[in-house]
Structures are given as C-alpha cells and as structure tokens.
C-alpha cells in the first residue's frame, strides 16, 4: 500500500500562483503512474495532470501552459506548480497513485483563487 498526503493549498488572487506537494510513503516502488485531480463544490472530480513511470505527462485542456506536474523520487514527492491561477481552478485538489494492485487517494488540499 501507498499513503499519500497533499500539502500546498490556500488562498491566492488571480494571476498568482501555488505549488502544491504530495508526498508519498509505503510501497512507492509498485507505483505505475500518479496523477492531481480537483474537485469543485457540486461538479464530478476531474483530472488535472498526470505523470507515468518513465516521466511522460499529461495535462487537462484548462490548464495546458499554466500548470506543471513534476516529481522528486528523493523526497518521494509530487509537485504541481500552478500559475496564473483564475477563479474557475478553485477546488479541492487530491493526489492519487496506480499501482498493479491498489489505488488510492490523499485526503485533499483546497485551492481558492479570488477576482
């Protein structure tokens, strides 16, 4: 099993940016790929980037040139550095492994970004 525990949310303007950390412990070499995701009140929770073994990434349309999803294998860490935040990427924003034999989330960072 994998634990994993987000840190890095508050509050910024428009136009600032956060950089968000999930640390990671347990079996982290089972892992296959991680991946942020974010959820606003009353709407589904939606990919926001991902990072697979070989460091291959993939970003959601919305913030493709804003965020970036980055990892240090010595901290056991995932980063998501996101800039030029707007209000719309207020949510609360999880961090989740695969590996071949579980998944499982961390309990979440909210995110607010004011006008």
């Known amino acids: 099993q994998v634990q994993l525990v987000e840190s890095g949310g508050g509050l910024v303007q428009t136009g600032g940016s956060l950089r968000l950390s999930c640390a990671a412990s347990g079996s982290i070499r089972s892992i296959i790929s991680m991946g942020w995701y974010r959820q606003a009140p009353g709407k589904q929770r939606d990919l926001v980037a991902s990072m697979i073994s070989d460091g291959s990434t993939n970003y959601a349309d919305s913030v493709k040139g804003r965020f970036t999803i980055s990892r240090d294998n010595t901290k056991r860490t995932m980063y998501l550095q996101m800039n030029n935040l707007k209000p719309e990427d207020t949510a609360v924003y999880y961090c989740?492994?695969?590996?071949?034999?579980?998944?499982?989330w961390g309990q979440g960072t909210q995110v607010t970004v004011s006008s």
């Open positions: 989740r492994y695969y590996s071949y034999y579980s998944t499982d």
